[in-house]
């Protein structure tokens, strides 16, 4: 018996000039998605596929959200940065124009050189992102002012960051992993280790970030022409921040990675001076922070994949053995780690985890 259709699904139906046609679910973890062309009724003048894009329930979030509403920072900032698909208002469900095309991840994977006409358009998109400021960007934002860093302060940034990690992440799931965290050497003095490790940064004027492009996130169409979708954690702050997120997850090739540095700095500078003031030292910070907030909300989402049909999967055992023992080798020095489990060591933490889940059982 087929599960009932979702609120989202039903009102991509009746939105669509035909059900069969909705396309969907398209992958996601935070949202539910699917493509569509609008019918007569809806909307006549709009032509193309557009899709619904609407938040999964029960979904953890690991990332700070700055802004209350994704769509209504779009209606704004599509007067001012031309690679954000048309949004529009039908039938009272903000849409979003489905760009038809590959992502950037399907025709080229993570660790491969991007050619450089979309390397360019990568550039062209932070050139775009740096020249959008706090007092020129009027959307509604969901930190009371007292809470936000002040301008230009890009260690007070950072500081919101660790703590959104510490307390949303760590701290809110403890009664499910506390032990799992223990066994692997992670605790509060981890963060306390890690502030000190990112002391010291150089204020930047604050900008406009994506804060995640990545390769799944820029899409190409046929005239190859690079799109950058997903704006849910955009937020105003350090510009650097945001390169050392793009390095972190596009992992290019050691050379092109050198090579968006380089360029990086020489197009903010165009636009804001100072926007790459100290990156020489802050960018391996920042990267640092990177990678030991990427412990924390992997070993979370990783943990339960080891389980199928509540029995454990010794494949997918290994696969988040290797996972986790990657990350914390990453993030050793950043938080203080003496020493890592070996894959043994961090597969039987695993298991441990497991064993003491009472609503799962072999």
Request: glycine residues 6%; proline residues 6%; hydrophobic residues 40%.
């Amino acid at each position: 018996m087929s599960p009932e259709p979702s609120a989202t699904r039903l009102r991509a139906s009746d939105l669509s000039d035909h059900s069969d046609a909705v396309e969907g679910p398209l992958s996601g973890y935070h949202h539910e998605t699917y493509a569509f062309s609008l019918s007569a009724e809806a909307g006549a003048d709009l032509q193309g596929r557009w899709k619904i894009r609407e938040p999964r329930e029960r979904v953890l979030w690991f990332d700070r959200r700055c802004f209350k509403s994704e769509y209504e920072l779009l209606y704004h900032l599509q007067r001012r940065i031309d690679v954000i698909p048309e949004v529009a208002p039908v039938g009272g469900v903000d849409l979003q124009r489905f760009v038809e095309g590959v992502t950037l991840g399907e025709r080229h994977p993570s660790g491969e050189a991007v050619p450089g006409a979309v390397f360019a358009q990568i550039l062209g998109v932070f050139r775009q992102l740096i020249a959008v400021t706090s007092d020129t960007l009027l959307v509604k934002r969901n930190c009371q002012p007292m809470d936000r860093a002040k301008e230009g302060d890009s260690q007070a940034f950072l500081e919101r960051l660790i703590v959104f990690t510490q307390e949303h992440v760590y701290r809110r799931n403890l009664s499910q992993y506390k032990s799992l965290f223990d066994d692997l050497g992670l605790g509060p003095n981890s963060f306390e280790y890690l502030r000190k490790h990112l002391d010291g940064l150089t204020n930047r004027p604050f900008c406009l970030l994506h804060a995640d492009l990545h390769r799944e996130n820029f899409i190409l169409d046929a005239a190859g022409k690079v799109w950058a979708i997903d704006w849910e954690l955009a937020a105003l702050g350090d510009p650097l921040y945001d390169l050392a997120t793009h390095l972190y997850l596009m992992q290019y090739p050691s050379a092109q990675e050198l090579q968006m540095i380089q360029r990086w700095c020489q197009v903010v500078e165009e636009i804001r001076p100072g926007s790459s003031e100290g990156w020489a030292e802050d960018l391996p910070r920042l990267l640092d922070f990177k990678k030991a907030q990427s412990v924390f909300t992997d070993v979370i989402r990783v943990s339960p994949s080891i389980v199928a049909e509540r029995k454990l999967d010794c494949r997918r055992l290994r696969s988040a053995t290797w996972k986790v023992w990657g990350v914390l080798n990453n993030a050793a020095g950043p938080l203080g780690l003496a020493s890592v489990p070996g894959p043994l060591e961090t597969e039987a933490a695993l298991l441990s985890w497991w064993n003491s889940r009472p609503h799962l059982s072999c």
